[in-house]
């Protein structure tokens, strides 16, 4: 059974960079015709498309946050990662991976403070 | 982007009653590229609906979708106690993809 687990810092201080890891198991990230993805949820509010990646490393991000994202894969680690640069307090979500749309993690709150 | 809109914003029900929600997109929604989630606290978001209308595995019949274009409907045909959540709908077709701002079933 596929299963999807983020992980990384759970405070990221304003102006600096969010990383987070989706570590896939029960299941080949490198399996085709499969995109990944992240989505984020700030608190008490609605869901929010951030970007998708293929085994092979094709992209696309919302154009809201795509000049801060980059969503990478690594095949060999059975995993794919989120960076957002320059964060700020609007940062602030529970961050999902997911594979669209089925699957989806379990989530990790990351909180953007000094 | 497609905006996509949810009503109404709250809906208070009693167990065993029929629930109605409804999505609006903002442009047609392609290829009915439009799922529904149901969200409870503190839990990640679950696939009930893709394809407008085709069932999530494990999704009992009491849940349907319906519609095309612009306009989608999503119905529970006897809400049982663990149905009170929040309900997202949700556009894939064209990127950015999208969802709307939520319908919470609460009881009533």
């Known amino acids: 059974q596929l299963q999807l687990q983020e992980s990384g810092p759970g405070l990221v201080k304003p102006s600096e960079t969010l990383s987070l890891t989706c570590t896939v198991s029960?299941?080949?990230?490198?399996?085709?015709?499969?995109?990944w993805g992240w989505i984020r949820q700030p608190p008490g509010k609605g869901l929010e498309w951030i970007g998708s990646?293929?085994?092979?490393?094709?992209?696309y991000y919302n154009p809201s946050l795509k000049s801060r994202v980059t969503i990478s894969v690594d095949t060999s680690k059975n995993q794919f990662s989120l960076k957002l640069s320059s964060v700020t307090a609007a940062d602030t979500a529970v961050y999902y991976c997911?594979?669209?749309?089925?699957?989806w993690g379990r989530g990790t709150t990351v909180t953007v403070s000094s | 982007e497609i905006v996509l809109t949810q009503s109404p914003g709250t809906l208070s029900l009693s167990p065993g009653e029929r629930a109605t929600l409804s999505c609006r997109a903002s442009?047609?929604?392609?290829?009915?590229?439009l799922a529904w989630y149901q969200q409870k606290p503190g839990q990640a978001p679950r696939l009930l609906i893709y394809?407008?209308?085709s069932r999530a595995t494990g999704i009992p019949d009491r849940f349907s979708g319906s519609g095309s274009g612009t306009d989608f409907t999503l119905t529970i045909s006897r809400l049982e106690p663990e149905d009170f959540a929040v309900y997202y709908c949700?556009?894939?077709?064209?990127?950015?993809?999208?969802f709307g701002p939520g319908t919470k079933v609460d009881i009533k």
């Open positions: 997911a594979r669209p749309w089925v699957v």
């Open positions: 029960g299941g080949s990230i490198s399996t085709s015709n499969y995109y």
């Open positions: 990646i293929s085994y092979s490393g094709s992209t």
């Open positions: 442009q047609s929604v392609s290829s009915s590229s």
């Open positions: 394809g407008a209308s």
């Open positions: 949700q556009q894939y077709g064209s990127s950015p993809f999208t």
